[in-house]
């Protein structure tokens, strides 16, 4: 069972990245998903999350507006869509998929976790 995150790099202030998360050896459907990041020196933090059927989205405060999390369970892909990316939002992205249908914030209920593809925003 895997999750490979993709799509990460360097871009400017206000540019735009979409993520992908690439779930193999088993599907994730039935399974709520999200993305969270760790930024250097700090702790990992909640970004998104989407419901199994992807009628259901949660965002951060600090990503509201500008991120956007769907899914593709056709493909077994997750993405982030990322706009008007900020230098604070550099960071190690990772995908995960909750134990749950919905999605949520608490990174307990998280039990598959992905690599991690690095974003880095440019002043």
Same mark, same amino acid.
């Given at each position: 069972?895997?999750?490979?995150? &993709?799509?990460?790099? @360097?871009?400017?202030?206000?540019? &735009?990245?979409?993520?992908?998360?690439? $779930? &193999?050896?088993?599907?994730?459907?039935?399974?709520? #998903?999200?993305?969270?990041?760790? $930024?250097?020196?700090?702790?990992?933090? !909640?970004?998104?999350?989407?419901?199994?059927?992807?009628?259901?989205?949660?965002? +951060? %405060?600090?990503?509201?507006?500008? !991120? =956007?999390?769907?899914? %593709?369970?056709?493909?077994? =892909?997750?993405? @982030?869509? #990322?706009?008007?990316?900020?230098?604070? %939002? =550099?960071?190690?992205? !990772?995908?995960?998929?909750?134990?749950?249908?919905?999605?949520?914030?608490? *990174?307990?209920?998280?039990?598959?976790?992905?690599?991690? =593809? *690095?974003?880095?925003? +440019?002043?």
């Amino acid at each position: 069972v895997q999750l490979q995150a &993709s799509g990460g790099g @360097l871009v400017q202030t206000g540019g &735009s990245l979409r993520l992908s998360c690439l $779930a &193999s050896g088993r599907t994730f459907s039935n399974n709520g #998903m999200g993305w969270f990041r760790q $930024a250097p020196g700090k702790e990992r933090e !909640f970004v998104a999350a989407i419901n199994w059927r992807g009628d259901s989205t949660l965002y +951060s %405060d600090s990503v509201k507006g500008r !991120f =956007t999390i769907s899914r %593709d369970n056709a493909k077994n =892909t997750v993405y @982030l869509q #990322m706009n008007s990316l900020k230098p604070e %939002d =550099t960071a190690v992205y !990772f995908c995960a998929a909750s134990i749950y249908p919905y999605g949520t914030s608490r *990174e307990g209920a998280f039990g598959f976790w992905g690599q991690g =593809t *690095e974003v880095t925003v +440019s002043s």
